[in-house]
């Protein structure tokens, strides 16, 4: 089941006609904060936005006549369906998508476009594993032939064209490489491209989909009790047996982000370098803050997936604000009397604090009325000065942390 070099060399020359060479993009920013040359592997701009597309073709293509007939049947978060649904277009193979039910709308109606009438779609169940396994029992029972998303050596291999494609720009490997993993096909991918070359390996994970860096714990593939479903494209409870061992032979870095921190880099992409990227598109470049490199190595970062729908960026800003110390809230008790929020805006507030979130919690009290208050900082520098004119002040203050029932309404 071990995938090898000339497995991907092999899946490049086959979905060559297909699959856009994607750029490998300089990176001011980063190379500038790391002293080294961050160049980013533009995957969002394959034509379905993510890498998702090497896979699903390489194993499609491969297909018998017969099989082709039969059809095929799929699971994903979202991009690999899109890569599926271009992939039977293009091959003219009658394909069923499984969805979950949290994938974004915008990617579902991407897919049902990419598919030109080849594609149904199937949307059901809370996660990736639950689409993953309605997708399985289909193919048991239809005849049609299962295409994962990660979990084969033909979906491993065409993932690994990925690093063949930088390794062929670069005319050499890079010395640091920054890998976003969900079910793991990209990073065995990009092991199996990278051969017996003496590279830093960093696989990158969701601090709340941690699949792979649990598996490594147990040394085995293990399935998740929770799951964190913010970076939908890498949230897999379990990461996939055949690019495990292929992961465990080479010993990758492992690095968790929290949502927070993939919510600011997801900012930071767009503001700085002009890319529009989803979640786990964020996550590789998101765990550079987290890792030191040596001054003048060069670090290549996959941005993997640009499928992100517009409506989420207000659910974003509010995510980065909050990890970054300025945005806070409070549960505030105000006396029913004349003059009370007037004081304290006057008392309480700094210069460059503004409040973003006003609710009464109950007003059928007639001496006090709690309100729930959301405090945007003008920096985080602001907290502790806000917290002691807090500490003098009259009113009853608390402040909601975030595992707060509260704080969560807010969000």
Known sequence: MSVTRADVAAAAE?????????????????????????LLKREDQQPVRSYK?????????????????????????????QGVALACADLQVKARIYLPTNT???????????????VELVVGGESYDDAAAAAKADAARTGATLVPAFDDPRVVAGQGTVMAEVIDELKDVPDVVLVPVGGGGLLAG??????????????????????????????TPVTLDELDRFADGTAVRRVGDVPFPIIKDAAPEIVLVDEGAICVEMLELYQSEGIIAEPSGALAPAALGQIEVERGDT????????????SRYADVVERALVH???????????????????????????????IALFEYVKRNNREFGPALVGIELGSADDYEPLLKRMEASPLRIE?????????????
């Open 104 to 118: 974004p709308r915008q990617k579902r109606d991407r897919v049902a476009a990419f598919g030109k009438g080849y």
């Open 324 to 354: 970054e110390g300025r945005k806070h809230y409070f549960m505030v008790e105000f006396s029913q009397e004349p003059g009370a929020l007037r004081r304290f805006l006057h008392d309480v507030l700094g210069p460059d604090d503004d």
């Open 299 to 310: 670090v290549v970062v996959i941005i993997s997936g640009g499928n992100n729908d517009v």
């Open 190 to 219: 990009t092991i199996a491209a990278l051969g017996d070359s003496r590279v830093r390996v960093v696989a990158v994970e969701p601090t709340g989909a941690a699949s792979l860096k649990a598996a490594l714990d147990a040394g």
């Open 14 to 38: 086959r979905i060559d006609e297909v699959v856009v060479r994607t750029p490998l993009q300089y990176c001011e920013r980063w190379s500038t904060a790391l002293g080294a040359t961050v």
């Open 53 to 81: 597309i090497r896979g699903a073709l390489n194993i499609i293509s491969q297909l018998t006549p017969e099989q082709r007939w039969a059809g095929v049947v799929a699971a994903s978060a979202g991009n690999h369906a």
């Open 399 to 411: 402040h909601l942390p975030p595992d707060s029932p509260l704080f969560g309404f807010a969000l």
